[in-house]
């Protein structure tokens, strides 16, 4: 009968002891699986970072072609203006008008040309 106790209480401790030896590893194992997958969620993060970076330094660098591209159109403008200050001078010149040339910067003063430069 003690050796019947003895045996039963050593299988429940062996029992028990293989459970739980089982246990710790399922959860040995989900934490692997944890840290994997937080190893690559970080590695999406940095290559999203990346990916930001790289956009803002694109969008930067296309503002500042935008930029030079308004200066440009805002010269072309200008020049546009000249030119059409200079036909407008040319054409009364030959119908036998007497117009005064316009001076530089001068040119937004002209309220009786035909069309609207300004």
């Not at 429940?12 to 690559?40: A, G, M, P, Y």
Request: charged share 20%; proline share 2%; with cysteine.
């Amino acid at each position: 009968m003690v050796y019947l106790n003895i045996w039963s209480s050593f299988t429940f401790v062996w029992n028990t002891k293989k459970h739980l030896t089982q246990r710790v590893q399922n959860l040995d194992d989900k934490l692997l699986e944890q840290k994997e997958i937080s190893k690559s969620i970080l590695e999406n993060v940095g290559d999203t970072k990346g990916s930001i970076e790289e956009l803002y330094v694109t969008v930067t660098e296309l503002q500042s072609a935008l930029t030079g591209l308004d200066y440009k159109l805002g010269s072309i403008s200008e020049k546009q203006d000249v030119s059409n200050l200079g036909l407008f001078y040319l054409f009364n010149f030959v119908e036998g008008k007497q117009v005064e040339m316009p001076r530089a910067g001068c040119f937004k003063s002209w309220s009786f040309l035909p069309l609207q430069l300004c």
